[in-house]
């Protein structure tokens, strides 16, 4: 693979310059960083993405149900 291909998260903020669009991933997903500063985080995995709870249902607002009702 070549070492050029960067990936952005869309939207994303850097903390550091305020400069939008400019956070990229690493191809390793293990650290994000910016493009126009020198601001860079490691990202630890998410533990709920590999250890989903089915448990755990979604929880709908009664209001919302009654305001599309009206
Ligand atoms: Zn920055």
């Given amino acids: 693979m070549n070492k050029g291909f960067i990936r952005f998260i869309a939207g994303a903020v850097c903390p550091s310059c305020k400069e939008q669009d400019k956070i990229a991933i690493s191809p ?19 533990p709920s993405e590999t250890n989903t ?5 979604k929880v709908f607002n009664l209001d919302d149900f009654r305001n599309k009702n009206s």
């Fill in 28 to 46: 390793d997903d293990n650290t994000i960083y910016c493009l126009n500063c020198d601001f860079k985080e490691y990202r630890p995995k998410d």
């Fill in 53 to 57: 709870n089915t448990s755990n249902p």
